[in-house]
């Protein structure tokens, strides 16, 4: 079954998995768009390694399906699969083996990967100096770039990363921000599962947030943030202001914090705040836009305590 | 590097199957020097005449053309079983490792996972089994030499072995292997344990060694019954195999196969090729409608 649209990569359509009686993943409806990078965020145990499972075709949905390129993976997996590129969450190496040797294999599956290809991405991936080494000896963060060298040595136009930053240190959560951005802007859709809220943040164009396997949000990050933020004043008549900023109809809520004001509104409504409150003899000697984080959005969103 | 390259890179880099073929040889060198040449260096010249009728047996483990069926005797009872060991380790690693995983994950097929495992495995096995029969044989010209027997397939006014017989006695001897493998590679693929693999192929060749020898004591319908089993028709290959009605000393934990007392060998093979469809049909279809998740050994 094809997909209208060319432009969404990966869909789930109504995908639920239920283990037992636990429901991991309930209708699950999300897409990606091509050449975005989609975060795909959720406290442990939201169902995300189960959804990535369940486009990989490493485990069958309850009920619903996942398109990948337009492709039903119950159907067609194999086609859709090999145009994709995966790090799972766990290892999935041969530890006896060196990372060269690793990648020669995995090469063999994927087919049509090059020697020269291979040397590439060991480049790529900054492994040059250990590619002889076995990966036993390996640190956490050298298997993760060993696992993403292997997802995209085929030139994969998806790329479906979960959880790829456990165990690297900041420097290497940085590299690894930046080579993802710059995979994406090489053209490649890259959809990658975190708990990890401000790499999220910096990383990704799209959102989806999961609870207990349910959807809760989905959409562009910087919709999200933008639409949780507000604006923090210091005026001459506090309580006058107050009824002034009720009568807004563009205010979600205002209430008086620490000496100040905070208004529930978007950052872009400053001016208008402003001529509302001077209309009304009311002078403001502070104006702060202050925008939520996407962390706030996902701790009032998930419920989830800070 | 081809699919069936990248299987035997992973197999033949891992210890333990080298571990494995160090214990072939061992059980081999046992088979033709202890239980054949030094039995016999310590019998041949006895007084004793009970002692005596031992010397046929020990003579037949080390002396060819006897050592031959003897040697393949004792390699496909052992042989199931550290071929077993294996597999199961070869196949069950994998979950382990999560390989299996990202080989799914990256487009390959279940089914041919499988069949690539199954056939680097059994390319490298075969390896194994082959090199430990041309130890044996090379200890039982050795051995011979020293106990001053003439090395011969045709002893005169005795058996007669020709070359072209060997390929069929040794693919007789595999094929009682087969099934014992595609058991432990069923159990490992299943379970998803190396140690479920290793454990229940021991388990399941010395039970149904004693079993064996159970029913076949009790008789009547429990006798009847053994039609079925896998130890009871690669016996039967393997009586094929024998030279000569004399008894020999086998590391093989069973009794000298007799022809008289087993199934014809074509409905044995038959027999053993339909265990090999079923472990096969199982395995496939347990692991194509498998859930292959993390945190289950996977």
């Known amino acids: ?306 | 590097m081809s699919l069936l390259a990248a299987e035997l890179l992973k197999t033949r880099t891992r210890w333990l199957p080298w571990v494995l073929f160090v214990v072939l040889l061992l059980g081999a060198g046992v088979q033709v020097w202890l239980f054949g040449y030094t039995a016999w260096w310590d019998l041949h010249d006895e007084a004793d005449p009970e002692l005596r009728n031992d010397v046929p047996g020990a003579t037949r483990a080390f002396v060819l053309p006897w050592a031959l069926p003897t040697l393949l005797d004792a390699g496909q009872f052992w042989g199931s079983i550290i071929i077993g060991v294996l597999i199961a380790s070869a196949v069950a690693t994998e979950y382990n490792w999560g390989t299996v995983r990202h080989a799914i994950a990256r487009g390959q097929s279940r089914d041919g996972w499988l069949t690539v495992k199954l056939t680097g495995v059994a390319l490298f096995c075969s390896a194994l089994l082959l090199l430990t029969l041309a130890w044996g044989i090379a200890s039982s010209i050795i051995t011979s030499n020293m106990a001053g027997f003439d090395v011969t397939l045709d002893p005169a006014g005795s058996v007669e072995l020709s070359i072209a017989e060997i390929p069929l006695m040794i693919l007789r001897a595999g094929v009682g292997v087969l099934p014992y493998a595609l058991l432990a590679f069923a159990l490992a693929a299943i379970g998803r344990s190396t140690a479920l693999g290793a454990t229940g192929i021991i388990l399941f060749i010395f039970i149904e060694a004693a079993v064996i020898g159970i029913f076949d004591a009790l008789g009547g319908t429990f006798e009847d019954l053994l039609v079925f089993s896998m130890g009871h028709n690669a016996a039967s290959l393997l009586a094929a195999n024998r030279l000569d009605s004399e008894t020999y000393a086998s590391l093989a934990f069973r009794e000298n196969p007799d022809p008289a007392s087993l199934p014809d060998p074509w409905f044995a093979f038959v027999m053993l090729a339909a265990w090999c469809v079923l472990l096969l049909a199982v395995t496939y279809y347990v692991f194509r409608r498998r859930d292959l998740r993390l945190g289950t050994g996977e």
């Open chain 1, 1 to 306: 079954m094809a997909s209208a649209d060319g432009d969404i990569v990966l869909r789930t359509v109504g995908l639920s998995k239920r283990y037992g009686r636990r429901l991991a993943v309930d209708s699950l409806d999300i897409a990606v768009r091509r050449g975005h990078v989609y975060g795909f965020l959720g406290p442990n145990g939201a169902g995300k390694t189960t959804t990535i499972a369940c486009a990989l075709g490493l485990i069958a949905p309850s009920a619903g399906h996942v398109e990948i390129f337009g492709l039903d993976t119950r159907t067609h997996r194999t086609q859709a699969i090999r145009r994709t590129g995966s790090t799972l969450e766990g290892q999935s190496y041969f530890p006896h083996l060196t990372a060269r040797a690793n990648l020669r294999i995995w090469a063999a599956i994927s087919r049509d990967v090059t020697p020269s290809r291979i040397e590439d991405v060991i480049d790529l991936v900054g492994l040059r100096d250990r590619a002889n080494d076995k990966v036993r000896n390996y640190s956490l963060g050298m298997k993760q770039r060993l696992s993403l060298a292997a997802a995209i040595m085929h030139a994969p136009e998806l790329l479906i990363l979960d959880e790829p930053t456990n165990g690297l240190d900041p420097a290497g959560i940085r590299e690894f921000r930046d080579l993802i951005r710059e995979l994406a802007r090489g053209g490649m859709t890259v959809f990658v599962s975190s708990h990890i809220l401000s790499e999220v943040e910096q990383m990704c164009d799209d959102v989806a947030i999961l609870k207990a396997g349910r959807l809760i949000h989905q959409g562009p990050v910087g919709a999200l943030t933008s639409a949780a933020s507000s604006i923090t004043i210091r005026t001459t008549d506090d309580a006058g202001a107050l009824k002034v900023l009720a009568a807004l109809p563009w205010t979600a809520g205002a209430r008086a914090s620490d000496g100040a004001i905070v208004v529930d509104a978007p950052r872009e409504r400053a001016a208008d705040l402003s001529r509302a409150l001077a209309e009304a003899g009311i002078w403001l000697f502070e104006l702060r836009p202050a925008e939520s984080s996407l962390e706030d959005f996902f701790l009032e969103v998930t419920g989830a305590q800070a």
